[in-house]
């Protein structure tokens, strides 16, 4: 049966984020579109079958075919990264990164990451994350130019002392010094790991370096600027198995039975679709495709007069620095551009004065426009969209919440209620 006619509500949905998907710009630099292929692979007769463990150790019968998509998935990623070992298995982003902690490290143990506010990711050591609950976090930040304080993190190292140091960002435009890192993990004998999820589709078409020579771990997610299905990929490098010959053992265990159960095999499938894609010379002309925009929106923002962190972009993602205009505008950009058809997500900048509700930035990024086949020219006329939304929306401020709290104390305060003796005695 159909699904409009098995059940018409979910059918309904899915043609409307069709239609939207279609009618607006995804500027959302961790949004992507798959191709077809990915789509028929993750959409098929493989999320029937359960499979716990590893090829040719599951816990179930029935899992020859199941086998040979792992195998493919997991030879492709060692192949394209040039990894001697490579998880496929990971749910997600944050999942394949606690699985790292799982490895590596006892509760209490002391990691780096970089600061949230800064470009970090959440589970890097951010305080509402679990990694920044159980864990000892040592934060490091960027400097005022909005690149990596080298210089800090190398005096946090050595005072701290960290099992493991985290170098990937969620909100970096910089290229990420995995040379530097290694050396200041090195000199105190530390695990660096490298969360590649943002860069990964850069790294495989040449346009951003790689950490396989510099970090013991690397972690990804497989969409992003991979252009694959929501999933993960954990890999260990040659450098990792010279600290540990059991590293790549403790990953897989930490994985399972450590974190997960059975795989998902229809996104292991559409991994392995997505991994052998990037492999040809189209991937690699997309890859250079993405930095060419994204420098040419960069370009535009700039003419217009709008303030970036750190002034350009050495990738596919670009910061919007909305403090000229007042703190925890990134919101009402948000939203305003939303109106227009224009997607893009509310971000924290360094030194955030506001929360990260109402953040005084906007992420962007080229990744899904390069993907529909958009080049210099449109990205030029995006630009010149979002400078047209900024001002219309540059006058607006938000609510002095403080102050009107105050006045409602005051308020409370001037009808007090009779409930002391009620409070005290049950």
Not at 118 to 140: E, M, P, Q
Not at 217 to 234: D, F, N, S, V, W
Request: aromatic share 6%; proline share 5%; net charge neutral.
């Amino acid at each position: 049966m159909e699904l409009k006619n098995c059940d018409p509500e979910i059918s309904e949905a899915i043609k409307n984020e069709e239609k939207r998907l279609n009618d607006c710009l995804t500027l959302i630099p961790s949004e992507n579109f798959t191709s077809k292929a990915v789509l028929k692979a993750l959409g098929s007769v493989l999320t029937n079958k359960y499979s716990e463990g590893y090829p040719e150790k599951r816990y179930y019968g029935g899992n020859k075919f199941i086998d040979e998509v792992e195998i493919l998935a997991v030879e492709r990623a060692k192949k394209l990264f040039g990894v001697p070992h490579a998880n496929v298995q990971p749910y997600s982003g944050s999942p394949a990164n606690l699985a790292v902690y799982l490895a590596l490290c006892n509760a209490g143990d002391t990691i780096m990451g970089q600061n949230l506010p800064d470009g970090g990711h959440l589970t890097h050591g951010w305080k509402a994350s679990i990694s920044g609950k159980y864990f000892k976090s040592v934060l490091y930040h960027v400097k005022s130019d909005g690149y990596l304080d080298i210089e800090e993190i190398r005096n946090l190292a050595k005072e701290n002392q960290p099992k493991i140091i985290w170098i990937g960002a969620t909100a970096y435009v910089r290229k990420l010094p995995f040379k530097e890192m290694a050396e200041i993990a090195d000199e105190i004998n530390a695990y660096l790991i490298a969360d590649i999820s943002h860069i990964a589709g850069l790294i495989v078409s040449g346009m951003h370096a790689s950490p396989k020579d510099y970090a013991h771990i690397i972690t990804t997610t497989t969409h992003k600027t991979l252009r694959g299905p929501r999933g993960a990929i954990i890999m260990v490098t040659e450098k990792g198995l010279k600290k540990d010959l059991e590293l790549a053992e403790k990953i897989d265990r930490a994985v399972f039975p450590g974190l997960q159960g059975g795989p998902h095999n229809h996104q292991t499938a559409a991994i392995a679709v997505a991994l052998k894609e990037a492999t040809t010379q189209e991937f690699k002309e997309y890859g250079k495709q993405i930095i060419k925009n994204s420098k040419a929106l960069v370009e535009e923002l700039i003419k217009n007069n709008i303030k970036l962190v750190s002034n350009g972009t050495e990738n596919h993602m670009i910061l919007i620095d909305l403090t000229p205009y007042g703190n925890g505008m990134g919101i009402f950009l948000q939203e305003a551009c939303d109106l227009a058809g224009i997607t893009l997500n509310k971000n924290t900048i360094p030194n955030e004065h506001s929360s990260p509700f109402y953040p005084s930035g906007v992420r962007l990024g080229t990744p899904a426009v390069t993907t529909r086949g958009m080049k210099e020219g449109e990205m030029k006329l995006i630009g010149s969209f979002i400078a047209k939304i900024i001002d219309e929306i540059k006058n607006y401020v938000l609510p002095n919440i403080g102050e009107i709290k105050k006045e409602v104390l005051e308020l409370c305060r001037r009808f007090p209620l009779d409930i002391k003796g009620e409070l005290n005695g049950g």
